[in-house]
Structure formats: C-alpha cells, structure tokens
C-alpha cells in the first residue's frame, strides 16, 4: 500500500485546517479549540504508517466539526483496493437500536440466520462498540441519521481483521468469529424483501430518482430519492394533469440524499398557491480589519455571547467579538417564482425520515411553510448546507460546509431535523413481515380527509 510524504500530509492537514477555520458556519454551535486539535492531528498524521491510517487521522479530525456536510473521502483507488476496504461476511442494516443481518455470505448462511441481531462485539455491548470503534472517524450527532454510515464503518476494514459477533435470533443467542475478505469473493444470500403491493398501482411517470403511481383509491404516491436530476421536474410536470385526477398525494422523500434544492422547490410548487420563500440559509462575513482591531480588546477574550449581549451594543464590539470568531452570518430567505404548471388540489401526506438529507429537508422546509401536509415518520437528517469540496493531492477530498439552512418555521433542525407530525420509525418486525406503518397511516388520514 502507498505512503504519504510527510510534508504532503502536513500541506493536506494544513489545507483542511484553514479552509474550515475561515469557512465553516457552525463554529458557533462548538465548544473547542480548533487550533489545538490541529496540534494533535498534526502528530497523528505524521505517524500513520500508509495511506489508509493517514485519511482515518484525517476522517477524525474532520468529525471533530459535527456535521452531516463536512467529511472526507477516501481515494478512489483505495476503496478498491481489498487489503483496506475488506468487509466482514455480513451485510448490517440498523433497525431503530438493531443492528440486524440483511444479507450474509454462502459461507456463513447456515450458522448466522438472516435478521438475527447484533448484542456484542467482541465482548462489548454493540452500541457501545459503536461508539468508540466508528464514531470518532464520522458525523454521528444525529444517531439515527449516521446509522448507516456506521454501519460501512463496522463492516469495512483491512484484509484479515477479525472480530467475535455475538448474536440473538428467536430468543436465543450465539457468537460466530468473523474475518474481513474481499468482498469480491463473497457469495451473498440477502434476505427477500416481502411481496409489495406497488404492482396494484398505476405508472404515471418515472426516472432513476422519482416514480410517480396512481393506487386503485385514486391516491397519487409520489417517490423521491434524491433531487440531483435537474430534468426531473420538467419531467413530471409533463404529467401534472394525470397527477391532478387524485384525490390526494402522498409524497415520499424518506431516504432522499439530497441534490439540488431548486428542483425540490420546483416540486413543492405544484402544491403552492403563487410564488413563495424559499429554504433560508445564512453564510458567513469576514472583514479581516476587525479581527486586526481585536488584539486590542482584552475585554472581549473570555465573554461568552450572552455575555457579550449583555455588556455591549455598539455594532464595533459586536463584529470585532464575532468576526475573531467566524461567527458573523448573513442571512437570507431566497424568493422563488412558482413555475409549476398548475396546482395540485388535495390532501397531502409527506412521508419522511433519518435518511432524509439536505435538499430532501429544504423540500420538507417548504411544504411545511407553505402548506397543510401532514408529516408522517422519523425526523430528518439535520444536515443541510452548501459545501466547499477541496480535492486532495493525494486522492481523497473534503468537504466545508459554508452555508447553514434554518426552518422557515423557527424550528432548530440542527442536528436534530425536521420532527413530524406523526412518528413512526420503521423497526426490524416491520421490515421483516413487510410493513409500512407509515405509508399506510398516511393512506389512512387522507381517506378520512377525502372521505372515502
């Protein structure tokens, strides 16, 4: 495996260091010294002893800013590459506070039941495990919505690392000692998703991130896995006049990633009278003389900003306080212009969840601001925000995240998402019978609103 040079890794710590001390928004949300953790991250980095040691120092340092938009990626060629991006035999999926076994290799099929659950790893409890194994190398302030990146980072690891799982399957427990292989040389069994009732439904519209139905109760389910694809609007609005014989709408962005936040507008429109605000986001202002004119302020180094609000008005003491600490923000509420074709006339259910990321929660921001939709799930991701992505001489990237949305509605989604209305987290039972709570509580409310 590659090595880094040392004056490479100091260039690339250095990089990401400064890049996030002048542009990262959240630093009023943090409690540490970020020059200080450079210091430790700086030794860290100079004693990995190849590349894929350097980027997990890397990954630490990075989680240390606790957000859903500010990470680093490994180098393409090493995720190829088996001696470090070996995975153990099973494929794990958490569940609420299971970790469960969707999907195992031919090897271990008849010793390690599909859906039997995690307890301990080797010896420690799983959630535990977790915590100080995965945690420190990813965005874990929203348990729930890192659930699957920790999930990558429990079964990804290098070629011949082992660990003793400790499992539970009707009521009774077993351990199994699991290697980590290539994962081109596993064989999976997965577990058979249940029969679905999608094929009772109408097509009306679809593309590799949206899928729009009719159900045989004239109910339009819309399905949105992301809003990358910019034609995706024009696309369905192609089809507004079939999408306008419902009765009502159910709109699924649980698991969106995210994209760009004008196509999920150019969504919410088709259910919004006239032109509307938009997800409102602040970003950072640095003018450097205020920071120069600090030296000079012995009086403003230890305040706190309550404190700070309470000692001082003057707008000088205010931006001097504020910009020595990259914590003086625009804000902004962007207008949009309703260019949806029509309006469609009904009740409306949004289904959403943990996996509900960035412009899948400026989608969730708008229809709450702006209409009567019942919000039926799990809370969002609580990450939204436009991030600088740097791209590394040695083959990964990072990412800053420069802009920080807040909710039309005053609610703090930091890290916390947007709540619904109605919660309904998706459990291991339901999965394995092949329930959908909360598709089907939404199908329920709007017949009661429709009257049918």
């Known amino acids: 495996?590659?090595?880094?040079?040392?004056?490479?890794?100091?260039?690339?710590?250095?990089?990401?260091?400064?890049?996030?001390?002048?542009?990262?928004?959240?630093?009023?949300?943090?409690?540490?010294?970020?020059?200080e953790e450079y210091k430790k991250a700086l030794s860290r980095v100079l004693s990995a002893k190849d590349v894929y040691d350097y980027y997990r120092e890397l990954k630490r340092f990075t989680a240390l800013l606790c957000d859903g938009h500010t990470d680093v990626s490994f180098p393409d060629d090493l995720y190829q590459d088996s001696?470090?991006?070996?995975?153990?035999?099973?494929?794990?999926?958490?569940?609420?506070?299971?970790?469960?076994?969707?999907?195992?290799?031919?090897?271990?099929?008849?010793?390690?039941?599909?859906?039997?659950?995690?307890?301990?790893?080797?010896?420690?409890?799983?959630?535990?495990?977790?915590?100080?194994?995965?945690?420190?190398?990813?965005?874990?302030?929203?348990?729930?919505?890192?659930?699957?990146?920790?999930?990558?980072?429990?079964?990804?690891?290098?070629?011949?690392?082992?660990?003793?799982?400790?499992?539970?399957?009707?009521?009774?427990?077993?351990s199994v000692k699991l290697t980590r292989e290539d994962p081109n040389s596993i064989k999976w069994v997965s577990a058979e998703a249940p029969a679905s009732s999608d094929s009772q439904r109408q097509l009306i519209v679809s593309g590799n991130t949206y899928k729009c139905e009719m159900t045989e109760d004239g109910f339009a389910i819309i399905k949105?896995?992301?809003?990358?694809?910019?034609?995706?609007?024009?696309?369905?609005?192609?089809?507004?006049?079939?999408?306008?014989?419902?009765?009502?709408?159910?709109?699924?962005?649980?698991?969106?990633?995210?994209?760009?936040?004008?196509?999920?507008?150019?969504?919410?429109?088709?259910?919004i009278d006239g032109d509307f605000d938009s997800c409102g986001a602040e970003t950072q202002i640095y003018e450097p003389t205020y920071k120069a004119w600090g030296v000079f302020r012995d009086d403003l180094n230890s305040l706190t900003p309550?404190?700070?609000?309470?000692?001082?008005?003057?707008?000088?003491?205010?931006?001097?306080?504020?910009?020595?600490?990259?914590?003086?923000?625009?804000?902004?509420?962007?207008?949009?212009?309703?260019?949806?074709?029509?309006?469609?006339?009904?009740?409306?259910?949004?289904?959403?969840?943990?996996?509900?990321?960035?412009?899948?929660?400026?989608?969730?921001?708008?229809?709450k601001a702006h209409t009567?939709?019942?919000?039926?799930?799990?809370?969002?991701?609580?990450?939204?925000?436009?991030?600088?992505?740097?791209?590394?001489?040695?083959?990964g990237w990072f990412r800053i995240c420069t802009r920080r949305c807040f909710a039309q509605n005053g609610e703090d989604i930091y890290n916390k998402g947007f709540a619904p209305d109605i919660r309904i987290v998706h459990s291991l039972q339901d999965q394995i019978e092949g329930c959908d709570k909360a598709l089907d509580k939404a199908i329920l409310i709007l017949k009661e609103k429709v009257g049918s």
């Not at 309550?306 to 910009?323: G, W």
Request: glycine share 6%; aromatic share 14%; with cysteine.
């Open 224 to 271: 949105l896995t992301s809003f990358d694809d910019n034609t995706m609007p024009e696309k369905i609005y192609e089809y507004i006049d079939e999408l306008d014989k419902a009765k009502a709408y159910i709109i699924d962005v649980r698991g969106n990633i995210g994209g760009n936040s004008d196509n999920a507008d150019a969504i919410a429109s088709m259910f």
């Open 372 to 395: 009567d939709a019942v919000f039926i799930g799990n809370n969002t991701s609580g990450s939204s925000g436009q991030p600088l992505q740097v791209k590394l001489e040695s083959g």
């Open 83 to 174: 001696d470090c991006f070996s995975r153990f035999p099973v494929f794990l999926f958490r569940f609420g506070h299971d970790i469960a076994v969707i999907g195992v290799s031919e090897e271990y099929k008849d010793e390690i039941p599909l859906y039997s659950v995690v307890k301990k790893i080797d010896g420690i409890n799983a959630e535990e495990y977790i915590r100080v194994n995965c945690y420190p190398f990813i965005w874990h302030a929203n348990e729930d919505a890192s659930g699957m990146t920790a999930m990558n980072v429990l079964m990804f690891g290098r070629n011949g690392s082992s660990a003793v799982f400790s499992f539970e399957k009707d009521g009774k427990e077993f």
């Open 306 to 367: 309550a404190e700070l609000e309470e000692r001082y008005s003057d707008e000088e003491s205010i931006k001097i306080y504020k910009m020595r600490r990259h914590i003086f923000y625009k804000r902004e509420i962007e207008k949009k212009e309703n260019k949806a074709p029509k309006r469609l006339i009904g009740p409306v259910a949004v289904l959403m969840n943990e996996y509900t990321f960035s412009a899948g929660e400026d989608f969730v921001d708008v229809m």
């Open 1 to 35: 495996m590659r090595t880094i040079p040392d004056e490479l890794k100091i260039y690339e710590l250095s990089r990401l260091w400064k890049e996030a001390e002048y542009n990262f928004v959240f630093w009023d949300k943090l409690d540490i010294d970020w020059d």
